[in-house]
């Protein structure tokens, strides 16, 4: 994922978590589960994109991929 940590998301890019297909795609894309991307949005207490990256990138573990991060 070396080559991918400066991939950017627009900042108004929000999740829609009531739509499971939008919880399984970013989930797909930041290599996580989608309970991982729930825990997520509500620890960070927001459901925008980038916040959601950002949070995931700060709170892997570790020998976790970090695909898609940021």
């Not at 739509?19 to 989930?27: L, R, V």
């Not at 894309?29 to 207490?45: D, E, G, H, I, N």
């Not at 916040?51 to 991060?69: K, M």
């Amino acid at each position: 994922m070396e080559g991918q940590n400066n991939q950017q998301f627009d900042p108004e890019l929000i999740l829609d978590c009531a739509q499971q297909h939008e919880i399984c795609y970013w989930a797909s894309k930041f290599r996580v589960s989608p309970m991982a991307l729930k825990t997520a949005v509500r620890a960070c207490c927001s459901n925008r994109i980038l916040h959601i990256a950002r949070y995931l990138q700060d709170h892997r573990r570790p020998g976790q991929s970090a695909a898609g991060v940021l």
